[in-house]
């Protein structure tokens, strides 16, 4: 069974900085994906950026982007230029993409509070 | 497009009481799924659906159960409620090969 962990319970960031998130995941297989969702206050599950394994480009979606190390199974989140509206929990979730028979599901790492300091 | 609904948003129950948790989405996706989020963690799957008439335990599916007569409804039954229960749920959806799954906005159950 797949595993994703993410090591840091809480992380904070100044407005206008940059931020990090780690995320480290455990398979077996060589075709999955990896995204990163945002959960703000209202619980809303929103899909920030994701990754195709077979992909070696990082992803990048405008202030959003990944650092994705598939040997080292690391897919971390670099968040630039923090706004206020970035406050969130972050999840890293991990869908497996083999045989046809994942059906879509998804594995969630345990999430990483934001805090954005004005 | 409403994407996926799920009603209610905020439920008390009672132990041993039972409630069905409704989910309906527009977009004629094939799967859907049950996810509990306990607070600090992250989602945990319960049950999912591949289309209509076809079920199957996730991770965590003990206390639960679930049907899927059509292709837009997917309700997630609880039984006899325990304080363990308590939780977020989320209802989501997605189409074969298509990688983005559509959440519903939860429902936060608490059990006393």
């Known amino acids: 069974a797949q595993t994703v962990t993410q090591s840091q319970p809480e992380m904070s960031v100044q407005e206008a900085e940059t931020v990090t998130l780690s995320c480290t995941y455990d398979t077996s297989e060589s075709d999955y994906y990896l995204f990163w969702y945002k959960q703000p206050p209202s619980r809303q599950m929103i899909l920030v950026i994701r990754?195709?394994?077979?992909?070696?480009q990082n992803a990048t979606e405008n202030r959003f982007s990944v650092n994705f190390q598939k040997a080292a199974k690391s897919f971390s989140l670099k968040i630039s230029d923090s706004q206020l509206g970035d406050a969130a929990m972050y999840f890293c979730a991990y869908r497996s993409d083999a045989g046809g028979t994942s059906y879509g599901k998804l594995t969630f790492g345990q999430g990483t509070i934001l805090t954005v300091h004005p | 497009n409403a994407g996926v609904t799920q009603t209610p948003k905020f439920r008390i129950l009672k132990i041993g009481q039972s409630m069905t948790l409704q989910c309906t989405q527009d977009?004629?996706?094939?799967?859907m799924y049950w996810y509990r989020q306990d607070p600090g963690m992250g989602l945990k799957l319960i049950y999912y659906?591949?289309?209509?008439?076809?079920?199957d335990k996730g991770d965590v599916p003990n206390g639960y159960n679930v049907s899927r007569s059509t292709t837009e409804d997917f309700p997630l039954r609880l039984e006899l409620a325990a304080p363990s229960q308590t939780s977020v749920y989320f209802c989501?959806?997605?189409?074969?090969?298509?990688?983005?799954?559509?959440f519903g906005q939860g429902t936060r159950l608490t059990v006393v």
């Open positions: 977009m004629n996706h094939n799967y």
């Open positions: 989501a959806s997605s189409y074969v090969g298509n990688t983005e799954a559509f």
């Open positions: 659906s591949v289309g209509a008439g076809i079920t």
């Open positions: 990754q195709e394994a077979y992909k070696q």
